[in-house]
């Protein structure tokens, strides 16, 4: 299937479960998906007068599966207007899930960066991808995804979560991984957008655990990296 089309059955199976549920149990304060399971949230971004948020969502089922990206927004944080689904696991690249990670906005559109993964002799095989959007709701995927399409030397197969950030004219995407039993995050620069996007340079590790955080059972992998960065 494409992927508007199986956006579109997302939806449709979404619109179905939230017929069942019960108002009685819904928050009223924190957000919380229309129906079914979700966790991380994906990609928190101002855009269009609204404060977007995306997260881990299985549009099928109250617990962990198919992962696409939920998508909502709000002007106060208080009230939500839920929004379609936004990114589906549709490409070969991605046919397992569409993981966490990030959002910007750059030359007037909306941009995800996800990890893609797809189950390969019983691994998981991770890249990181793109989605743009020029309305806030309606993403397509990047024609040239994968963006990056394996891990360096310094990390392993565990390799997820892109943030990415600008910082004067470079842009920064911070990795979550890990090697030897102890997590890592890995560090991507690029100068500037281009038509692919950003011309991603070889990374440089950024930081690892060390003292009482780098205790190697709990540490590895790091993920779901938010990183505050100052270059020198």
């Keep these: 299937m494409k992927h508007r089309q199986l956006l579109e059955r997302a939806n449709r199976s979404l619109v179905e479960a939230a017929a ?14 229309k129906a079914q399971w979700m966790n991380d949230p994906s990609g928190l971004v101002s855009y269009g007068g609204y404060y977007h948020v995306f997260y881990q969502h299985n549009p099928y089922a109250p617990r962990w599966g198919s992962m696409h990206w939920g998508h909502a927004r709000t002007k106060d944080f208080l009230s939500w207007e839920h929004l379609p689904v936004a990114l589906a696991p549709s490409e070969e690249y991605d046919l397992d899930g569409c993981f966490s990670g990030s959002a ?29 959007s020029s309305d806030g709701i309606h993403f397509r995927k990047d024609p040239l995804n994968p963006l990056i399409s394996t891990y360096p030397p310094e990390g392993s197969q565990d390799f997820r979560d892109p943030k990415v950030w600008r910082w004067g004219e470079a842009w920064f995407m911070a990795l979550g991984s890990g090697q030897g039993g102890r997590g890592k995050v890995l560090l991507y620069i690029g100068q500037s957008f281009c038509a692919g996007g950003v011309l991603w340079e070889w990374p440089r590790k950024a930081m690892e655990p060390r003292g009482r955080f780098g205790n190697a059972r709990t540490s590895f992998p790091w993920e779901a990296s938010t990183a505050c960065w100052s270059p020198p």
């Design 20 to 33: 069942l549920v019960d108002p009685a149990f819904r928050l009223h304060y924190h957000f919380m998906a």
């Design 104 to 132: 910007v906005v750059a030359d007037g559109q909306m941009q995800l960066f996800y990890t893609g993964v797809r189950e390969v002799k019983g691994k998981l095989v991770q890249v990181q991808c793109r989605a743009l």
